[in-house]
Structure formats: structure tokens, C-alpha cells
């Protein structure tokens, strides 16, 4: 596309919804797997410690999982960044700063997640008998990898979720239907989970939510020659 002067207009603004789609959607599937794989390998109940450092089964989950969380991170910042570049300058700095300091915070209990169930498999792998000191060790390393996943990375996941909801009610972003279940996933994430296992599967979900209708809006936008962005969404 060629401006009046000749030049080369930039396509940002049709690229950014596409980014945001395709980036939440890789990020969505990545973490949702990821958290899946670390429920399955690491328990919830601590006398079942003598059991998990024997069977190696378990052990692959958790090395699959951590394969798969840096990417998940780097998706989602990428998400991220995509999502506010869409909003532009109608953001509301208050919501704004909570959907930046929320996601971060969220991709750094991945990482710190991903390198405590790390050391834990770098010991546990030291051998297949369980003596006492390698008991207490893979216990505490146990708790600590389930309350960031449960206590803390939700927590912030929950906030994320709040406040872009609320930027995407505001500026008619998002249907009604989207913006019910992310406050719907936001109480899920703030009280029901650790109560209930697998529960912390919602968050993806919602990302994948999210980016589809993203990517149907802006399709139908380009599809039609309409306007990209916010007012792309709030006239579909």
C-alpha cells in the first residue's frame, strides 16, 4: 500500500491483530500442555515421594513440560505486546498497568517453576533409591513447584485476565459472552484453584478464547476492507 507521496505505507496495523491471534493460540496450546504434563508428574500427596523418584515415567512428563514452558513464555510475551499494540492509544493506564505488570510477573513464576522442577529432576536423577535425605529434598522441592503453579503463577494469571477483560469491555473489544467468561476464569483462578486439580487448565483455555476471536474479527475486517483493531471488534 503506497501513500500519496509515494512511499510505502507500514501494514502494522493489519499485521498486529494476525500476530496477536496466531501468538496467543501457540502460547495457549504450549502452556496448556505444559501444565497438564506437570500435574501428571509431579503429585499432590507427599507419601507418594518414594514412588516418584522410582518410576521414570513421571520424570519424562516433567522433562517434556519443561521443554515446552520457555517457549510458552516467549509466545506469550509476544501476545502480550501484540494485544497492546492492538488496543493503541485508547488503553487505560491504570488497566494497562496491571495487564503489563500481571504478565510479566506471570512469565517469571513459569521460568522460576521451570528451573525449581529442574533441580528437582537434576537430584532425583542422582539415583532410583530413595533414601531419607532424598525424600525431604524431592518433598520440598514437590510443595515448592505446586504453589507457584497453584498459589502464585495463577494468582497473576487471574489479574491478567481481569484487567484485559476490562480493557476489552471498555473499548467494545470483546462480545459479552467473552467478557462474562473471563471474569468467569479471573474467580476460577482466585479461589477455586488448589482446591481442585487441573483447574489452572482454564487460563489457556481463555487465552485460546481470546486469540480465536482476534483472529475472526481482523479475518472478517480484512475480508470486508474495513478498519483493523479496536474498531474492527467493536463493529463485528
Known amino acids: 500500500m503506497r501513500t500519496t507521496d509515494g512511499a510505502t505505507a507500514p501494514a502494522q496495523g493489519l499485521r498486529t491483530p494476525r500476530v496477536a491471534a496466531v501468538a496467543g493460540i501457540v502460547s495457549a496450546v504450549l502452556l496448556g500442555a505444559a501444565i497438564l504434563l506437570v500435574r ?89 533409591s530413595a533414601s531419607a535425605a532424598e525424600r525431604v529434598l524431592w518433598q520440598y522441592g514437590r510443595h515448592l513447584v505446586l504453589e507457584l503453579l497453584t498459589s502464585y503463577a495463577t494468582r497473576m494469571a487471574a489479574v491478567f485476565v481481569v484487567s484485559t477483560t476490562t480493557i476489552g469491555r471498555g473499548l467494545g473489544i470483546f462480545p459479552r459472552w467473552l467478557v462474562w467468561l473471563g471474569y468467569l476464569v479471573a474467580l476460577v483462578l482466585l479461589f477455586a484453584v488448589g482446591g481442585t486439580s487441573h483447574l489452572e487448565v482454564v487460563f489457556p483455555l481463555w487465552m485460546l478464547a481470546v486469540s480465536s476471536h482476534v483472529f475472526v474479527v481482523t479475518l472478517r475486517s480484512n475480508r470486508n476492507g474495513g478498519p483493523s483493531g479496536p474498531a474492527a471488534a467493536a463493529g463485528a
Open 40 to 128: 501428571l508428574a509431579v503429585p499432590e500427596h507427599p507419601e507418594e515421594a518414594v514412588d516418584w523418584i522410582r518410576d521414570t515415567s513421571q520424570r519424562e512428563f516433567l522433562r517434556t513440560a519443561l521443554a515446552l514452558l520457555p517457549f510458552a513464555g516467549i509466545f506469550f510475551l509476544w501476545f502480550m505486546g501484540a494485544v497492546r499494540d492492538f488496543v493503541g492509544e485508547a488503553e487505560d493506564r491504570f488497566f494497562a498497568t496491571l495487564f503489563l505488570g500481571s504478565g510479566l510477573l506471570f512469565v517469571a513464576m513459569l521460568f522460576v517453576l521451570a528451573a525449581t522442577a529442574g533441580s528437582l529432576l537434576a537430584v532425583t536423577d542422582v539415583s532410583t
